[in-house]
Every structure is written in C-alpha cells, then in structure tokens.
C-alpha cells in the first residue's frame, strides 16, 4: 500500500468539506428558507387583516353604539312596562307579604287595579263600556307558599309571566274602538301588552268587540328561595278570616303569625281597598273576589276578628 502524499490528503478534506456542506445545505438552508416562507406568507396575512382593521374598528364601533342605545331604550321600556313585584329572599314571606291581600299593596291587588284603572279611564276618553270586568281574574295560590304560580301554569315565579284575558267592550264608533285598542301600549307596570283576535260586530253607535290582551312580565326580582320544611295542607288558603297557621312537627299546634293572622291578616277581613269578602259562593268554594282574585278551594268570606274561616294550614316536614 503506497503512502499518501500530500496531494491525497487535500483530495479527502475536498470530498469531505463538499459533504458537510450538502448535509448543511439539506438540512439548516433548506429549512431556513422553508422558514422564511412560511414566515413571509405570515406576514402576507398580517398585512390582510391589517388593511381589514379600519373597517372592523368602525364596525366595532357601531355595534357599540347599538348597543348602548337598545340597552337605553331596553331601560326605558322596562321602567314603562315592567313591574317590581316585590319577591323577598326565601317563598314563605313572599307569599305572605306580596300574594296575600294587603289594603291594595299586594302583586293581585296591584296588577288589577292597574287593568282597572285603565278600562275606568277608556270610558272617560274613547266612551269604551267593559262587557265582561269579571274577566280579569288572577289564579288561586293555594296553601303551599312553594308551589305559587303566579301568571300561567308552569311558570312559577318566573323569569317570565304571561296573563291572557278575553277583553267584551262596546265602543260609539269604530274611531274610538281603535283609539281604545292603541290605548294598551301606554299602559304601564302590568308587563308588555299585546292584543290579537279582535272582531267586531254592530254598526255605529252600538258596535261590539272581542279581543285578546297578553301581559308579558320579565321579572325583575330574584326568584325567591324554596322553603323546603314547609307545604301546604288542607282545602284553605288566603281566606277571609285566615285562622292560626298550624305547624305540627315543630312543636307548636298554632303558630300565631305576624299582623294577626290568629284573628285574620291585616287586610284579610272585610275587603282591604276595595276587596271585600275574599270568596263568594262559586263550585267548591272557589269564587272571584271583588278585586277580581280567585279564592282558593275552602276559602271563605270569614268575620272581622274571626279565628275560623278558611284556615291556611302548613306542615313541617321532620328533620331527617
């Protein structure tokens, strides 16, 4: 094997260097340019949205501005149209202090003086005469503070009510008849009304009417918290004379409860603001009050002072 010279030597570092570089080529350039494209289509996107920005901004910018308005104007009409019907923290005192009628200061006694007072001003204004006041009932909330419903069925205490009345009236002229239907949207704290169904019969002066009005309540109150030892018992609730609230379970035969309720609820007894006689006669007891309230199964008119009437009784469940 001859030796290697000089001239060998230089030819091996040649072919090596040459190597070196191609795996450094294959592998740092090559990547680095593949970087490079990806990094320069990048900024091709960039630079897009980029030139997109300004027209975002603006867009940003009204929608901004609409909704700052429809929150102005949602505020407005709440104010109008949705009333505070004053729920407390837990169902017991909400039932005791805003179902049950209260010298007009309860949701019932309230909601319909607000109908009322309405009809009673379209007669001043349009000569509107209100065929069927007896219409405007609202649903018995029985004895169990927890299961109140206080619009339509299955709706609880919310987040949204609906009442539906079938309205009779007879109007002069079909002028009037439509000033009157037009009258419900200022209407206000009786939720959001709309009328559907209208018919009309007659000629002018004696022309009749049927409709319906929908109240739409968001509530605006915290739903109130279940009482879970408490549920009502027996046929009596919200009746005239509201006899002691018996409590068997926790050790007391009678609860007394504030304002009286042994001897009837302030309010309870002889028609607070215009309520007398809570139930009149009716299919098992159940009748419309003159307010126009429906008086639960077992309610009766009761004496001013009376310990007896329609008891409202509430069991406490046993602790576990």
Do not use: C
Not at 220 to 248: E, L, N, S, V, Y
Request: glycine share 16%; proline share 7%.
């Amino acid at each position: 094997m001859s030796k290697l010279t000089l001239l060998h030597i230089n030819i091996i570092w040649i072919v090596v260097a040459l190597i070196v570089g191609a795996g450094l080529y294959f592998t740092i350039i090559t990547g680095a340019l593949d970087a490079q494209k990806k990094a320069d289509s990048e900024l091709a996107a960039v630079r897009t949205r980029a030139e997109k920005l300004p027209a975002a901004t603006r867009a940003l910018e009204t929608a901004q501005k609409d909704k700052a308005q429809a929150e102005a104007e949602w505020a407005q009409y709440e104010r109008q149209y949705m009333p505070v019907i004053g729920y407390t923290d837990n169902t017991l005192t909400t039932w005791l202090k805003v179902f049950v009628p209260n010298k007009g200061r309860s949701w019932p006694e309230r909601f319909i003086r607000t109908i009322r007072q309405h009809m009673a001003a379209e007669r001043k204004r349009n000569g509107i005469v209100w065929e069927n006041p007896g219409a405007l009932v609202l649903p018995s909330y029985g004895p169990d503070p927890n299961t109140i419903q206080v619009a339509a069925q299955g709706q609880g205490f919310g987040p949204v009510l609906t009442y539906t009345y079938q309205m009779s009236v007879r109007a002069r002229t079909l002028d009037k008849l439509m000033q009157h239907i037009r009258s419900w949207s200022s209407l206000a704290q009786a939720g959001v009304p709309v009328v559907d169904g209208l018919q009309i019969a007659g000629n002018s002066p004696n022309l009749s009417a049927t409709y319906n009005v929908t109240f739409t309540i968001i509530v605006r109150d915290k739903t109130p918290a279940q009482m879970p030892r408490i549920t009502g018992t027996g046929g009596g609730a919200m009746g005239g004379g509201a006899g002691r609230m018996g409590m068997p379970g926790m050790g007391m035969s009678g609860m007394s409860m504030p304002g009286g309720m042994s001897g009837g609820m302030p309010g309870m007894v002889g028609g607070p603001g215009g309520m007398p006689n809570m139930a009149r006669g009716g299919p098992g007891g159940a009748g419309a009050t003159s307010q126009g309230m429906m008086a639960p199964p077992g309610m009766s008119g009761g004496a001013p002072g009376g310990g007896g009437g329609g008891t409202s009784s509430m069991r406490s469940l046993s602790a576990d």
